[in-house]
């Protein structure tokens, strides 16, 4: 867990970019202007200690806004790491970020760090898209889910009760609206 402790090298790098991690359902911003690590300030905070660091690195989604680049950069793990979840998520939270840091909706997000070489390690990394267009696809596929839902409500109701589609009215009304 060393290698994820400030390193004379990092200072100013640290410095300049804004931290955040999502932990229990929140959104929490590191102090601004601070040389800390996230392993650093999750220990200030005490959130971890020596025998649950690697548990809480893994699990807990964490990230950068870095100005210089205009971007969000979301991860999780001792490696920097992204999955699925961490994509999922990092649509989730960047609206809330946006408006926690008083960033615009032309923030890039990627996942993975903001450099694929950290410390001679090389880390994989993707680009989402903008602030932006990563609400607005999140906002279209929960749409899209709402509207399937209302649908296999509609289609239930229906075989329940063995009424034809057209009696159901407003419920199909409003199926339809969403489609």
Excluded at 28 to 49: N, Q, R
Excluded at 169 to 175: D, K, P, Q, R, Y
Aim: glycine fraction near 6%.
């Amino acid at each position: 867990m060393d290698d994820l402790r400030t390193q004379s090298g990092d200072v100013d790098f640290h410095r300049a970019r804004r931290m955040f991690c999502i932990r229990n359902g929140k959104l929490t911003v590191a102090p601004e202007g601070t040389a800390m690590s996230h392993l650093e300030w999750f220990e200030a905070e005490g959130w971890i200690t020596k025998d649950n660091a690697r548990e809480f690195m893994d699990s807990t989604i964490r990230g950068i806004f870095l100005p210089t680049r205009h971007a969000l950069f979301f991860y999780t793990g001792v490696g920097f790491f992204f999955d699925a979840t961490v994509v999922k998520e990092a649509s989730r939270w960047a609206e809330e970020i946006m408006s926690a840091l008083a960033l615009d909706q032309h923030v890039e997000v990627y996942v993975g760090p903001p450099d694929a070489v950290i410390h001679g390690t090389e880390y994989r990394q993707e680009r989402l898209g903008t602030i932006e267009s990563v609400t607005a696809d999140r906002r279209t596929t929960q749409s899209s889910g709402r509207a399937s839902r209302a649908a296999d409500r509609a289609r239930s109701t229906d075989e329940t009760h063995h009424r034809p589609l057209a009696e159901l009215g407003e419920e199909v009304s409003w199926t339809r609206t969403l489609i």
